[in-house]
């Protein structure tokens, strides 16, 4: 079993959508969680950096942890075009070392 | 303010061949980190880098080495190349070791024949 899950998709949807990305993971030692979103050809861009449960707001992005549930999620309001892309949650015990999730493709719709 | 920079973007090497690959990190970071990325996987990691030191290594050979400069840049070295070792090299800088979000490079696209 894999620590860190992430369903690979693709996922799409049309224009204006709400998004829902999720990863769960097994080590209950993670504490630090991150999305990033990487582009064909590109590095990972940081989206959404969260330490410990709760929730985060940025804009169009929202991170949400339960770590009772050993779950996370990304949520994408007015999905654009220009969001499409391979997006990864990524995961730390102590800020160092990240485990990533295999990345979900993301195709919003015209 | 510049991001990181990784060089070279592309390289074809030879089963059995070494490879350098260079990393400059975000101005005022003073953490490297290495992670490989095979196509339709994540980023794994491979090393950490803190003031020149090794601050960590994942799950991967010795002929997998590193280094980091007195002015934070770093290089990955690998030795006697394998056809799996073709993936996207990522280099990642943070400002401190721990506690700080990783900024990615664009990488080195590695391919061995």
């Known amino acids: 079993q894999k620590e860190v899950e992430q369903d690979p998709g693709p996922l799409s949807v049309p224009e204006g959508a709400i998004v829902s990305l999720n990863c769960t993971y097994s080590n209950s030692a993670f504490q630090y969680f991150m999305w990033y979103r990487q582009y064909s050809r590109k590095g990972p861009e940081l989206l959404m950096y969260?330490?410990?449960?709760g929730n985060k707001e940025d804009g169009r992005f929202t991170a949400q942890v339960d770590k009772s549930s050993k779950y996370i999620s990304l949520f994408i309001r007015d999905s654009q075009p220009s969001d499409s892309a391979t997006y990864l949650c990524?995961?730390?015990?102590?800020?160092?070392?990240?485990?990533f999730g295999a990345g979900t493709i993301l195709r919003v719709k015209s | 303010e510049t991001g990181v920079t990784q060089s070279p973007t592309h390289l074809i090497k030879t089963r059995g061949q070494q490879v350098t690959l260079r990393c400059s990190s975000q101005?005022?970071?003073?953490?490297v980190s290495w992670y490989q990325q095979a196509l339709g996987q994540g980023p794994q990691f491979i090393f950490q880098y803190y003031r020149e030191e090794e601050n960590g290594r994942g799950n991967f050979p010795p002929r997998f080495s590193g280094l980091q400069f007195p002015n934070y840049s770093s290089e990955l070295n690998v030795n006697a190349l394998e056809l799996d070792d073709s993936a996207l090299y990522l280099c990642?800088?943070?400002?401190?070791?721990?506690?700080?979000?990783?900024?990615f490079g664009n990488g080195t696209r590695l391919t061995v024949t």
């Open positions: 101005s005022g970071h003073n953490t």
């Open positions: 990642a800088s943070s400002f401190e070791a721990g506690y700080s979000p990783l900024h």
């Open positions: 969260t330490y410990s449960s």
């Open positions: 990524a995961m730390s015990a102590n800020g160092n070392k990240l485990v």
